[in-house]
C-alpha cells in the first residue's frame, strides 16, 4: 500500500486497558487518522468508537484486517495473542505495530518475522524506549564515548499491584508472568545499548500461587566481559532507574528509565559533567506511533530503532532465561 496520503489511517485491534491509551496517543499526532477499531463483541467496539472519536467499530478483528482503508494496526491484546493477530493482519497486507512482549517465545516471533517478510508489510514491537527523544541523546553520549567503554548495565522494572486472577499480567494462558510483562523492557534495553546478543544468560525467578513468575533477576554477560544485571517484579516496587557504567564515567537515567525525563552522566570521580532533562510528551505511546507512520512514509519494513532483529533475540534470550524455571506457556506446547 502506497502512503502519499496525508494522514495515515489506523486499525486497534482489541479495546483493553492500553488500546485506549494507544487511542489517546494517536490524537495527538496531526498525520494519524483514528480511523476504526475491533473487539470480540461489537458492543464494546462501538464503546471505545463513541469514546475516542473512532468512525468504523468491528465486532471481528477479522473484519478489521479486511477494511481495505486501513493502513496499520495496532495490536493489543494479550501476548498470548500476538502471533495469531499480527499474522491474521499481514496476512491481509497490513503493517502492525504489536504490543510488547513481541510473542510468548523466539519460536513464534520467528513464525511472526518470516510472515512481515513473506507478505513484505511493516512489522514492529511497540517498545517505547529506543523512540523516546532522551534515550536517543543518552545512546549519542554512549555512542560519542561519553563513559568510555561501556562494561555494565544495571537496571530494574518493577511495580506492585493487586492483580486478579483472571488479570491477564498473572495468567499463564494469556502469557502472565514478570519476565514477559516489564522484564521485557531492561532486557530490551540493554539489547539496544549492546547491539549484540549476550554469550551467557542466567536467571532466577520466583513462581507465585498462579503459576506465572512474580519477580526476577537476570544477568547477561556480553562478549567483551561486559554485564547486564536486571530486575522486573509485579508483587514488589522499586526504584524504576537505570545505570549504564563505562570505563571513564557512567550515566544515571532517573525512574522510569523505559521513558525517561531525566539522565545525569557523571565522570568516574562520581561528579556531575552533564544533566539532560526532556518531558515526555503525551503519553510516550505517540513516539513509537510517530515512528511507524516515518517509517511507512519511507516505505521501510521494519524500523531502524527498533529492529526486528532486536525483538526476536529478546525472545531468545527471555527463553534462556525461564529454561531453568521450569515455566512453561500453553503456547509453548504448539
Ligand atoms: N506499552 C505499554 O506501556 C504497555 C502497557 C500495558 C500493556 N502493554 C501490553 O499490551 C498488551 C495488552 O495489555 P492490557 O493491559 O491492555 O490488557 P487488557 O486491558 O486485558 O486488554 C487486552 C484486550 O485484549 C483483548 N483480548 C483478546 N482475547 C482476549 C482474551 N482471551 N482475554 C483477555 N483479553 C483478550 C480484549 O479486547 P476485546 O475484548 O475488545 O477483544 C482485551 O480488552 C499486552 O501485551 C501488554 O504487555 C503495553
Known sequence: MEHTKDKIKWGILSTGHISNK?????????????YAVASRSREKAEIFARRHGVRHAYGSYQALADDPEVEVIYIGTPHAFHLE?????????????CEKALTINAH??????????????????????PHVPLVKKILQWVHNGRIGELRMIRAARCIRRDFSPEA??????LGGGSLLDVGVYPISFASMIFEKPPEGVSGLGYIGQYGSDEQGAALLKYPNGAIADLVFALRTETVNDAYLYGTKGFIHIDEIFAVPERATLFDQNKQI???????IIGNALNYEAEEVMRCLREGLKESPSMPLERSL??????DRIREPWKLRYPNDER
Open 22 to 34: 494507544f487511542a489517546e496517543a494517536l490524537k495527538i499526532l496531526p498525520d494519524a487518522e483514528l
Open 85 to 97: 493477530n499480527a499474522v491474521m493482519c499481514m496476512r491481509a497486507g497490513k503493517a502492525v505495530l
Open 108 to 129: 513464534e516471533a520467528e513464525e511472526m518475522i518470516r510472515v512481515a517478510r513473506e507478505e513484505n508489510v511493516f512489522l514492529m514491537e511497540a517498545m517505547i524506549p
Open 168 to 173: 491477564r499480567q498473572l495468567k499463564l494462558e
Open 273 to 279: 559533567v552533564e544533566v539532560l532533562e526532556e518531558p
Open 313 to 318: 533475540e529478546v525472545m531468545r534470550i527471555m
